[in-house]
């Protein structure tokens, strides 16, 4: 019918907000705050039906510009902010919360704190049941200010300390910290979510503390319950804290295993396969060796000197006992048809060489063992370590020579 | 005024009226008996309600407001328009005589004024509701909610919504249903047969007025001239006097959210004139803008085409027989005859002619560009001189005026986007979310400002003046981006001692018309079945008039049909190319 081209409100605002958008994308401010302007006077039209209404729109979208806009100044901001609370009920604490993440971002850490206790002790009925979750993060971020309260007191004690001086003032501050940063912090990690730095400063605390029971617990809840959503760094402080704590080999593996499995290119890879290869058991040795290969198989680790040194040792290793050597056959196997475009090009033979000495001989040795001396990485790399006469190159060169048959067998 | 006699004492014609509403003679002030049957423009309070109701006793309420009837609202509303329009340039007499007395008609036909009793009912007191028992006891009083759904206006059914639960939930105290007296009663009798007055209407009004003065101003024009800003339409309630209170239902009759388009008005145009038993009116002829030759000879201007072709459209519309008087004088209640869309059928003739010289069916109108362009190549300038202008390529004009006409629909675009809708005066449904209304109002006002400032140096600017051409081409820019001057030689040929086209073909745009009685259609436009530079074509003059490219898809159909009547009798198959 011909009232589908009719321009009435609602389409007109439909083009403005589009026009909004794309400013946005483009990053084109002054743009967007001219058609913003037009679009305000949606807040004089009834919307309830609507998912998303032109309040929160105006909310989210006039954040970005004053945000970005190079006019713009922190006043004129928080006085939009605090118009923007006014708007609706429903979302008061979220526009809190933004509020307060922007004055973080700006270093107002102190008006930050302000905006967080005011938004706790903001009560409305109904609401105030239903927003729980929302009061919850406040009170969670109000803890966590409270934290670097604490760890501000807890420095200036400690240097106090070494100067001898003991300050009682001090102390009682920042137990008081202490106190008002666990309550809240304790709480919001009850409920299944990610809250990987509310979980770091509370088991600093406890750990400063002499909590370590609880410390563990915590850290293993965050880890292992499945309630939780699937998070690797849950794994990664659990295993950083059984390290202070001097917990056995056997505890450390098993928290960097699960790691291992979700994350096979995390950096504690490199320590996972120390142990292992020092491990007596010969399956975590071979674990080891799985680990090693894994992380070599993401591109952020093709220059990691380190991680190729813990791989050149262990298949030196059991090339030298040649025991096992089934083990390499197996890793290399799903491998050998693009680790040598990957790892081993005559490019990356070049590379390496100019750039990092290092990293090119532990790489040779890999490649000498895996694809055989005559392969061009270990032929080119060896061949210029030897020119510059450098020993371990020469020794390098001996090694694969005699060990060449290997890597028949592997490659097999 | 009106009043023409002469004084029975003085002999002087110099009436007024006394507070009686009986002439006087101001010269020598002689009271007649002759009543005051004729109430002028101008709003008057009280007085209006002696004459039409003697049922309302009821006194203006305590806020200093007064009763006022929506047909009082509408008055102003043309008062103002027409007022707009006289400041555009248009004669006064349409304002005083003719706007008037065409009003004056509609007022008294729908019963509203000028009679004896309005509508044989009682204005029932739906205005102010003091005690709740009337407003639940009566089992006759339609629901709030059924009242607004009736109102034409588009509104948030939401709003209506709260609008009617706020009102039942207030029903203890004070409801309001309308600021007006009648409002609610306005929206609720079936107002078919009556003509019920709208927004959309004010406009049809002022059109009618203006085709009968015959004013060089198309309807298209006029439109453009309201979504322009030029003549009062969007809010112009908020120029009603401060004493007329609006609230509730009357937001439904004035506030309208959305622009009028041409068809609802032209439709409603006819529809009134034939309400009013107009008479035939004045003759449309030649000499007159709405003429198809006029009108095709400034398009074509605005079109940048060349002024030959302004032949051929004469000779279109002379042998189909759209350029006689009777076909274009409008004659109320003629069912048999065409509504004539003049604007439409002119932009129709014009795109009919590009279609006899051109084919435009993406091929043939390139190559006849190609070939123009070859001799302009040749040709000296002292030759072109000599056989005026150079020859008009098809293919430098499209890069032109799309070029343009791509900006300029950027612009429309964007301005569409930009649009304000609300107005200082806010509107409120009740005293009781007044406030609401207000502090609401209060926040835009603050954003509006605060991001104003950081839209830079583009303020909004004053409105552009009103001016007939959108589109304008000099022929003293050397770049040659205007093709008036251009000549139509190389699409011509000389046949028999007449000049006749080139092409030899020309496609139908459709074979079998449809009935516009039931489909409200000649034809169906889709794009995708016709050619690029067809819809390339209708689209240009759909941008210049704001219309739908269907509606000139339509008089397109329709002038082929006249034009190649006895080939098509001939029943010929579906979509073959014709040979002229």
Redesign the interface.
Known sequence: SSNEYKLNFKKSKEACLSYIQDALLQKQWKRAAEFLTCYVESLEKDYSREHIGPSEMIWRIGTEILWHHSQSRMKEFNCFMEQMKTLGVKRYLKVCLEHVFHLLCNGQIDEAYQNLSLAESWRFGEQTAIQDKEIKLIQAYRGLLDYCSWSKQKKILLEHGEDGFADLAVEQEMHGYFRKAAVNLKEIIKIPGVWDVFVKCYVDLLEFYGEHNEARQVLNEYAYNSKFPANPNAHVYLYQFLKRQGESKKSLISALKILHDVVPSHELMIDFNTMLQKSKKRKKRQLGLEVIFAALDYAGWKENAKAWSCLARQVKQIVISEKHLDWIKQEWNSRKDWWPDFHFSRYLAKRNWQENKSLSYEKALVAGILLGKDCKYFKYVSHQGCKARVKRFRMLKKFVTRHNPVYLRISG | RDFNERCAQCSEVNWGLTDGGRFYCRSCHNVTERTREVVNTDFITNSRVQTISKGLKKQGKNDGGCEWYICEGFQLVLKKQVEALEALGVCPQMKDEILCNFWRCYLQKSKQAYCKRPAGETVKALSVCESSTDVDSDPERPSLLHLLSLSES?G????DC?FASSVSKASESTSVYSGSVDGSLYLMKNQKEKLRMTMPMTLSFCYLALLWVREPITLSELLRFVVEGHIPYMNVFQHFPEKMKLCGLDHKIFCV???P?Y??VFNKMHELAAFLDLPRFPDITESCFLHPDMLCMKYLMEANLPDELHNWTCRVVKKIGIGEVDFLTLMPGNKSTRKVKYDVLAAAVIVVVLKLLFLLDDHYEWLLSEFAEERNKNNTEVCMFYSGGPYFEFKKWYEVVKHSLDVEQKKL??E???????CEK?LFYSVKNKSK?LK??Q??V???N???????S?QRAEKPNPSSFQLSWSEENTDGSCFHGHSLKGVLQEKCGLLTTMNPDYWLCTVKLCNEKLCGHLAHYREVEFPQSYHFVLGLFSFLLRI?PSYIHDEVCMIEHRLFNKKLCKKLKYNTVLRK
């Open positions: 588009e948030d059914l939401q709003t709260s959210e959305s622009w388009l068809e609802e675009d964007e569409k986007a930009k649009y304000l809708w609300r806010p209304v609401r109002r926040m835009v603050n954003l509006q605060q991001f104003g400032k950081l839209s830079g583009v739908q």
